[in-house]
């Protein structure tokens, strides 16, 4: 059974489809990685999972009873605001104290609920919007390239922290991330999307496969040459990939 199920989705903003029919599915207590270029629809595949977008054709169901906790990309607060963790923690109302408590612990960030917002470290907001997305006790945690600004150590560590939160809660975990080498060795799978889902694979059988080769090459080089997307290969796309086209378009939408 799964916990969300994404079936021939596709989205657009206006006449601009961004998404085109991507199926996808997320089993109990695996961590599952997008990859891609930027403007290839990951955050809007995630949006849409959360309800945030609306489908333009196929869907998004979500199992019964099934929770999720979503870590934005962004998240502008005015550092003038004179709020404390914790009280920025029970902003939604009704959240108990002992349940902020609980999400700070496992966010790796027990003694910060009394420090102000405005103070804290790229690395630590970082965690306190993983805890505020935490508190809901999600089936799916939902993180939208959450290492954004942090240095290499930092970066290695909010993942770690994530490796803990689904042991200790058994949770799922679907995320964006442009750091491949955390990516191949944390995650359950990979999937890399480019306006659809383009490739797939758990690490090893990506690892293993001549594909794999040609698109991540070797060493940070082949990190590069993924993060760019640049295929000089050809694979098979049941729905048929074009990536020329697709670089023309994200090209264009950049000028
Ligand atoms: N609300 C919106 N209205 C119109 N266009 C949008 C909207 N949100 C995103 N887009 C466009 O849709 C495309 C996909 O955006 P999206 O943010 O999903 O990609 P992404 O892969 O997450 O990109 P990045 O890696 O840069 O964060 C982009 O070209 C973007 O400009």
């Given at each position: 059974m799964s916990l969300v199920d994404v079936e021939e989705l596709s989205v657009r903003y206006g006449a601009r489809?961004?998404?085109?029919?991507v199926s996808l599915n997320i089993a109990p207590g695996e961590i599952v990685t997008i990859v891609g270029p930027n403007g290839s629809g990951k955050t809007s595949l995630l949006r849409a999972i959360i309800g945030a977008v609306k489908p333009f054709q196929g869907r998004v169901t979500r199992g019964p009873g099934v929770t999720l906790g979503y870590v934005p990309q962004k998240l502008h607060i005015d550092e003038t605001l004179p709020i404390t963790v914790s009280r920025f923690l029970k902003l939604p109302g009704g959240v108990e104290s002992a349940d902020i408590d609980q999400a700070l612990a496992q966010a790796g960030v027990r003694d910060l609920s009394k420090s102000q917002l405005s103070q804290l470290s790229g690395g630590q907001f970082q965690r306190v919007m993983l805890a505020r997305a935490l508190i809901g006790k999600p089936d799916l945690l939902l993180l939208d390239e959450a290492t954004q600004g942090l240095d290499q150590r930092g970066s290695a560590s909010f993942y770690q922290q994530i490796e803990s939160v689904r042991q200790e809660t058994g949770c799922a975990v679907l995320m964006i991330s442009h750091e491949l080498h955390v990516v191949m060795s944390a995650s359950d799978r990979v999937i890399c999307l480019n306006g659809h889902v383009c490739c797939e694979g758990t690490p090893a059988v990506v690892a293993s496969a001549p594909e794999y080769r040609a698109l991540f090459g070797s060493g940070t080089g082949g990190a590069l040459a993924l993060y760019r997307h640049e295929h000089d290969h050809e694979h098979d796309h049941k729905d048929g990939c074009d990536h020329e086209q697709a670089k023309h378009d994200r090209t264009e939408a950049a000028e």
């Open positions: 489809t961004v998404l085109s029919r």
